[in-house]
């Protein structure tokens, strides 16, 4: 997706940007909160179908703070579906996607594979999904990432969704903060891989036409440990505030930062290291912020998402990145697989536009229950999530999404702010 073009506004309303096949617009996102007890699923199921499905999240490596936050969406959503007994039942097979580094992603796909699933969500890495798509296309798996935000991805390949936007839009809506907040000069440290260039290329791209300049732009590669020349790089170039592109490699960079002499109340963060850090790094990150997609999400979602985490003996989530997307990746499958009454991956793959209502004009719903009970009803649905409408294109991308801007407050604990 290379749509954006031309100037660009220095303000985004309310900091929420929406992406459609040929412009931004504004728009609300409706949520619900996933404690809502399912109602009558539909007096006639549609089908009688169980459903294997695969998650493919990072347990391991430089985004496993990520993973607990998906994992939990996974479990919620399939908990829903199955709490509804509305004509699919899906039984979840778990495996570490890891990263490009650790390759935990090659025995866990074979294992996936291996059990016959037709349906995965991850994975959470671009990079990673690249590696193991072809694999699942020739399997038949329909695969639907709630995070991959690669600008490459977007047509890939029929089986493949992803219910998170593309880096060009969380790239425009953070050049122009970073312009908004009245700095005339960036520095950039990214990863080289498709998600640290994209990221980094729309954000200078949007800085540029905000009136700004970036002054320095280093980059590292996938499982390097040091960052010293990057650092020492841009902090020569004395810019007005610095761009940090990466993952969990943030934790290192950032005091690298601060002993060059860089004001870390004035550095830029992305959905790939955003996160409450409070006493993780020996740095104050207070006044700083960062973006990352998804509605603002409600209390009763994120409570549900802890109960189901701890209830497998896992301490409480402290981030929620990409876990509505997560769970409405869920959900949207659940729903295809009920409205193509199969579970062969082509077959819900055929109808995962339609029941997000990028392919039919159906009534709209905001939980599995209730749009099960339209399809067993014979209606068609337009699903609207937790992270926004979800309405894919031609592209298998979705129409709509948000974007949040996050502050950092003291104890370097998060703030959304638009």
Excluded: H
């Amino acid at each position: 997706m290379n749509a954006l073009k031309g100037s660009r506004p220095a303000r985004i309303f309310a900091g929420i940007a929406l992406i459609s096949a040929s412009a931004l617009v504004i728009s609300g996102c409706a949520s619900t909160p996933a404690s809502e007890k399912p109602t009558d699923g539909g007096k006639k199921p549609a089908a009688d179908l169980t459903l294997k499905l695969g998650s493919l999240l990072p347990e391991t490596g430089s985004l496993a703070f990520l993973g607990a936050p998906m994992e939990a969406g996974v479990q919620l959503a399939v908990d829903r579906v199955n709490e509804a007994k509305a004509g699919v039942t899906i039984t979840l097979s778990t495996g570490d996607e890891g990263d490009t580094d650790t390759k935990a992603y090659e025995t866990s796909i074979t294992k996936l594979q291996s059990e016959g699933i037709t349906a995965m969500i991850g994975a959470a890495s671009s990079s990673v999904t690249k590696l193991i798509l072809d694999g699942n296309v020739g399997a038949g798996i329909l695969t639907v990432s709630p995070s991959n935000t690669s600008p490459d991805f977007s047509g890939l390949n029929p089986l493949y969704f992803r219910t998170a936007p593309s880096d060009l839009l969380q790239g425009e809506t953070l050049g122009n903060q970073i312009s908004e907040d009245g700095n005339k000069t960036l520095g950039i440290i990214y990863q080289n891989d498709g998600y640290g260039t994209g990221l980094a290329e729309a954000i200078e791209k949007t800085f540029g036409e905000s009136g700004g300049k970036v002054v320095a732009k280093s980059s590292y590669n996938v499982g390097d440990g040091q960052f010293n020349a990057q650092v020492a790089e841009v902090a020569a170039a004395k810019p007005d505030a610095v761009a940090v592109v990466s993952y969990d490699q943030f934790a290192t960079i950032a005091p690298l930062l601060k002993n060059a002499g860089v004001n870390t109340g004035k550095l830029y963060l992305v959905d790939g290291n955003l996160k409450d850090w409070k006493d993780q790094i020996p740095v104050d990150l207070t006044g700083s912020k960062g973006t990352r997609a998804g509605a603002d999400l409600p209390k009763t979602f994120i409570d549900d998402l802890n109960k189901v985490w701890e209830a497998k003996g896992n301490k409480p989530i402290d981030a929620v990145t990409y876990s509505a997307e997560a769970y409405d990746a869920v959900t949207l499958i659940a729903l295809a697989a009920l409205e193509a009454k199969s579970v062969e991956g082509k077959d819900m793959a055929a109808k995962m536009r339609s029941v997000s209502g990028g392919a039919d004009k159906g009534t709209k719903c905001k939980t599995f229950a209730e749009c099960a009970k339209l399809i067993n009803d014979g209606k068609k649905i337009d699903y609207d999530g937790l992270s926004g409408e979800i309405t894919f294109d031609e592209n298998n991308d979705p129409k709509g999404a948000a974007i949040g801007v996050y502050e950092f407050e003291t104890g370097n604990v998060l703030k959304r702010i638009s």
